[in-house]
């Protein structure tokens, strides 16, 4: 029986498949040239241009299985049954062809049939006016008035605004009332009982601006469904998340926290969250998409944050998303195969984003919760909109986590008066003509009030790792102190320092500020309000204000860094030079490990192009140009021919960072003092990460020499295995392949010299079944070929017969039918025969009337199958 979400899905294709549709794979849920949808929304979505006649569609009738994103019911999911942010659509379309009666016999047929669901519980809908559909459940299916039940336009009636519409027909499950009693445990309802599983719509007219609906010439067929849904039901879960499509998500979180899955309420929203949301992300990352602060990259932010935050309730403190990816790709393998291509993509992604978030959380969490708890002890049940705006503008604290988390508390916020409080601060920022590289939300009014304090040229880590300098400010959970002791954690801000805080794409120094009875790990260094903050542990002693000290940042670590910064602007002019100067950065992450560079270009690099790529920066590396930097103003600067990056913000003096005659860009990075320094350079990936935008991963000195190392030590454990040497591996494989080339040569004849040899022994058991000669046979583990000419020797022996042979293979079997002429004009077609067989074994084919051949997913059913043909003979001959 079709069970898992896989075996309903492929059952899904195979059957429409069978009724003459095209099968096609799902779209990437980041439409394609419809800028109306953020995402693919629906299984029609794709095919808006096939149904408004724009564009011809490939085939009339076409079936898919369609991954689609929906977040307008974000705040339910995780606490009801059903709502997802991701889900998997099972269409079939018709575009001028079928109508209403196939659409109609052909969901009833695959429900009871295929998935061989209990007529008893289902229930039929339909538009009330609609007396044609009516008669077709009634009169053809053959269902009972009462289950067909009539409804109004809002349930049963698909328009959006003009153009063409028409009515609909749902087909429900009742789970009975076990699922749920209550008044919404209706048909049409928002319970449990009666589960909406598919939903077939008639395109039939076209609304006018004048108010009529006019028959359309072409009518279309648009059908959904629910393919968690479905599993749910066939797998007899309670709701879609304990399915096969998203329990196993959760059972890993389960192994990673310890919490049981059901221990109370907030557990099981919790696990429910994430594994949709890692869904969601995961997916629409791997098919290019990118969280931002606008359009769907605001979605995926979203998403994200909102996993991250229900992980926190799981006892999670460090970023874990990344870690699920792995099994969301095998999860959504049948539907989404690029995720498993693009596993390191959308770990990093999805582990840079959280890292990020963490960050912000912390900061404003606890102060939220704060005024939530303010506002219980004062019986209100709204969040001001200053107190929501000043979570945002001090804390970067997003409006859209501060209403769910309030949301959470029973506490709604004032959205009105939080616009007031933001366009008060855009007229205060104008007026003010302050420049700055940060948005009014990140800019933290409590470090602004250190600016007076520190040097204007604060940053002295250009030329030296080493400063003397004084402590200006001590911060704790966001609040000034006057001390930091041993063990504790803490913000650390100097008249100088020595320290590079993240920006640019760069991240942040490591090191130590220390005294003689004093040390303090910095284990960050960023920007908050345009000053340097050093988050520390403080390891040994204590530091108060004033404190003299010594900041010293981890060298190895900073020259690794700076190798890479600096590899990455002669990335960015070697892909000029080789793709053309179309060519922009998008994005980049320098790190001492390794380096990622985003850029624009409209198609995957080829291999030869990466080459050219990888040795024009390793040519630089080797000319050993140095490295000189000047402070120059912008236009002066744009008119040497500097590289300013698109999108970026410049005062009106900019740092260039000239790297002899091949580079010359825009940069406040730290760098290599010459090309040489970087050692080597490697490129370990390129693909795409959005549309039009490629990303490469490159390694460079001691990690690009470990990767060369470990590439060698493979070569060399692969040559050991193949008792050869290295220099000879290549010719050791050619010799391996050519030798297993003569094998399966052999192989073949041997398997087609044992299928003849059966022959005398199949046409003994040729049997008679109303007059008519019938043979089928089981075999095994011969291939298409091999069973082909079998059954072509056997109707060359047989004069008159219909022949159907299969072959088992481990996770599959074949079939093959013949039919010979005398019986094709009698009414028996091969194709036909072996499409009804294959059906039995999970699978589907076909042919012509005297030859055909088909596969099945099922071989434990082969003899099931063929006992098919007997019945099929004797309706035929009957």
Wanted: charge should be negative; charged fraction near 30%; proline fraction near 3%.
């Amino acid at each position: 029986m079709i069970k898992s979400g896989d075996e309903i899905r492929q059952a899904y294709l195979d059957f429409f498949k069978s009724k003459g549709h095209l099968i096609l794979d799902s779209a990437p849920l980041v439409p394609k040239n419809d800028p109306s949808l953020l995402w693919i929304n629906a299984g029609m979505a794709p095919f808006k241009p096939y149904f408004d006649g724009s564009l011809e569609p490939p085939k009339k009738r076409i079936a898919t299985s369609q991954k689609c994103i929906r977040t307008n019911d974000i705040e339910n999911v995780g606490k009801t049954a059903r709502h997802h942010t991701y889900f998997e659509m099972l269409g079939n379309f018709s575009f001028g062809d079928y109508f209403k009666e196939e659409a109609i016999t052909w969901g009833w047929e695959f429900v009871t049939e295929v998935l061989e669901l209990d007529p008893d519980k289902l229930w039929i809908t339909i538009y009330e006016e609609d007396d044609e559909a009516f008669a077709i459940w009634h009169d053809k299916v053959g269902l009972a008035e009462e289950r067909i039940v009539r409804m109004g336009k809002k349930e049963n009636f698909w328009q959006i605004g003009t153009g063409p519409c028409g009515p609909c027909s749902e087909i429900h499950y009742d789970r009975g009332v076990e699922a749920g009693d209550s008044e919404e445990d209706v048909l049409g309802g928002e319970g449990d009982r009666y589960l909406e599983i598919w939903n077939l719509v008639f395109t039939q007219y076209n609304y006018t601006e004048e108010g009529e609906y006019k028959e359309l010439p072409n009518k279309n067929i648009d059908t959904g469904m629910g393919l968690e849904r479905v599993a749910s039901i066939l797998q007899e879960t309670e709701t879609n998340f304990e399915t096969d499509l998203i329990k196993p998500i959760i059972d890993q979180v389960v192994e990673m926290t310890g919490i049981p899955y059901q221990k109370d309420e907030e557990s099981l929203t919790a696990y429910r969250v994430i594994a949709d949301h890692i869904r969601s992300a995961s997916v629409a990352i791997s098919d290019g998409a990118l969280p931002s602060n606008e359009g769907r990259g605001y979605v995926i932010r979203r998403l994200i944050r909102r996993a991250a935050r229900y992980g926190r309730k799981l006892g999670f403190e460090e970023p874990f998303l990344y870690k699920l990816v792995e099994k969301t790709a095998e999860v959504v393998q049948g539907v989404a195969p690029d995720l498993k291509k693009q596993l390191a993509h959308v770990k990093n992604v999805l582990k840079s984003e959280e890292e990020s978030f963490l960050k912000t959380l912390e900061q404003g969490l606890n102060i939220l919760e704060d005024m939530l708890n303010d506002l219980k002890a004062e019986g209100k049940e709204i969040l001001g909109g200053k107190n929501a705006f000043k979570l945002y503008d001090t804390y970067g604290f997003p409006l859209d986590l501060t209403e769910d988390i309030a949301a959470e508390a029973g506490i709604k916020v004032d959205q009105e008066g939080f616009e007031k409080e933001m366009a008060a601060q855009r007229k205060r920022a104008r007026e003010a003509r302050v420049e700055t590289s940060f948005s009014s939300g990140e800019v933290e009014k409590l470090y602004a009030e250190f600016k007076d304090q520190i040097k204007e040229d604060t940053f002295t880590g250009y030329h030296s790792l080493k400063e003397k300098t004084e402590v200006v400010g001590l911060l704790q959970d966001n609040q000034k102190v006057s001390r930091l002791r041993e063990g504790d954690q803490g913000e650390i801000i100097l008249v100088k320092t020595p320290f590079y805080a993240e920006s640019g794409g760069q991240i942040g120094d490591k090191g130590v500020i220390k005294t003689d009875n004093f040390e303090a790990e910095v284990k960050d260094t960023v920007k908050k309000a345009e000053v340097f903050v050093h988050q520390v542990e403080v390891k040994s002693g204590q530091i108060e204000l004033k404190d003299e000290v010594e900041a010293v940042v981890y060298n190895n670590r900073r020259q690794a860094t700076a190798r890479h910064h600096s590899a990455t602007h002669l990335l960015h002019k070697a892909l000029k030079e080789v793709l053309g100067d179309h060519v922009n950065q998008s994005g980049s992450l320098v790190a001492p490990d390794r380096l990622r560079f985003d850029f624009t270009h409209f198609s995957a690099l080829t291999e030869a192009e990466i080459d050219e790529i990888e040795k024009k920066v390793n040519q630089a590396v080797l000319e050993n140009y140095p490295v000189e930097t000047e402070y120059k103003d912008l236009d002066e600067a744009k008119e040497m021919g500097a590289t300013a990056l698109f999108g970026e913000k410049y005062g009106e003096e900019v740092r260039v960072v000239r790297m002899g005659d091949f580079s010359m860009e825009l940069c406040g990075g730290t760098h290599v003092n010459a090309t040489g320094d970087i050692g080597a350079f490697k490129i370990v990936s390129e693909s795409g990460i959005a549309a039009g935008v490629r990303r490469i991963e490159a390694l460079t000195g001691e990690y690009a020499l470990d990767y060369f190392n470990s590439k060698l030590e493979i070569l060399d454990q692969t040559a050991a295995e193949l008792k050869t040497e290295p220099d000879n591996l290549l010719n050791r494989v050619k010799q391996l392949q050519k030798n297993q080339k003569e094998l399966e040569k052999e192989l073949e004849a041997l398997k087609q010299k044992l299928a003849g040899s059966k022959k005398d022994e199949l046409i003994d058991q040729l049997q008679q079944v109303e007059g008519i000669n019938v043979l089928t046979a089981e075999l095994e583990n011969l291939d298409n070929s091999a069973l082909r000419n079998l059954n072509d020797q056997l109707k060359d022996k047989i004069d008159s017969a219909v022949i159907v042979l299969a072959s088992k293979g481990e996770n599959k079997v074949i079939f093959v039918a013949s039919v010979t002429k005398d019986l094709i004009e009698k009414g028996f077609k091969a194709g036909d025969i072996i499409a009804k067989v294959a059906r039995v074994a999970g699978g589907g084919g076909g042919g012509r009337p005297d030859m055909a051949q088909a596969g099945g997913s099922k071989p434990e059913k082969a003899a099931e199958a063929l006992a098919e043909v007997e019945k099929i003979v004797k309706e035929i001959a009957g």
